[in-house]
């Protein structure tokens, strides 16, 4: 078990271009949450996943933001026409259900837009 | 908003003295999660707290959930360089993992 991974670390963007994180989640883990997380600030609360259902969205996610899980497993995250204050680390967390001392966190995708 | 209020915000410590820090909340949490950040990472579980008044240790770190549920400290004993980072607070709402966190308290440690 190599624990939640995050695509790519690292990501600089020029403004109003489009972008796309990748997560995959610790297997056998069936719920798959989205955090983002500024300079300073605790993370914050963006979306999750049971299996494949998108069952809660922040209203910190703007309709700018989309994020799917096709097949219950990996999970994508997007921004479209992105602007500075979409600059932040992009953190995915999993974990078995409910239990919130089984939610591991990956290392994130720092966003930076120019 | 909910919101996780931590003190100190940050501190500068000398290697092998205590920390201590804490965390309030506007609203009751059942339960009181400690993470731990390095710089470019995600955050790491510390300690988990679930019952008010409940002292739980893990090595040289205590935490506390508060009697009120309002609340919770964490105690750092004898501090080492590898101790600094940010610490966060965080409780959860509902049955998930969708946390709310504290703004966090930056630790740093002078060998």
């Known amino acids: 078990d190599t624990g939640v991974s995050q695509n790519p670390r690292h990501k600089i963007t020029k403004r109003g271009q489009n972008v796309t994180f990748r997560c995959d989640p610790i297997?056998?883990?069936?719920?798959l949450y989205w955090y983002r997380q500024t300079l300073g600030q605790g993370p914050e609360f963006l979306t999750y996943?049971?299996?494949?259902?998108?069952?809660?969205k922040s209203r910190l996610l703007s309709d700018r933001f989309s994020a799917e899980r096709p097949k219950g497993s990996f999970s994508t995250l997007e921004i479209q026409r992105t602007e500075q204050g979409d600059s932040a680390m992009y953190l995915c967390a999993s974990s078995p259900g409910d239990l919130v001392e089984k939610l591991f966190f990956g290392s994130g995708t720092q966003l930076s837009v120019l | 908003g909910q919101q996780l209020n931590q003190s100190p915000q940050s501190m500068f410590i000398q290697e092998g003295e205590d920390v201590s820090m804490n965390c309030t909340s506007s609203?009751?949490?059942?339960?009181w999660l400690w993470y731990k950040q390095d710089p470019g990472e995600g955050p790491v579980l510390l300690i988990a707290l679930y019952k008010a008044g409940e002292l739980t240790s893990n090595g040289r770190l205590t935490a506390q959930f508060g009697i009120t549920r309002k609340d919770s400290f964490l105690n750092i004993s004898a501090s080492i360089p590898s101790d600094v980072g940010i610490y966060f607070c965080?409780?959860?709402?509902?049955?998930?993992?969708?946390?709310?966190f504290g703004q966090g308290t930056t630790l740093q440690v002078k060998p």
């Open positions: 297997s056998e883990h069936n719920r």
């Open positions: 996943f049971q299996n494949e259902a998108q069952l809660e």
């Open positions: 965080a409780g959860p709402r509902g049955n998930t993992g969708k946390l709310i």
């Open positions: 609203s009751i949490f059942n339960t």
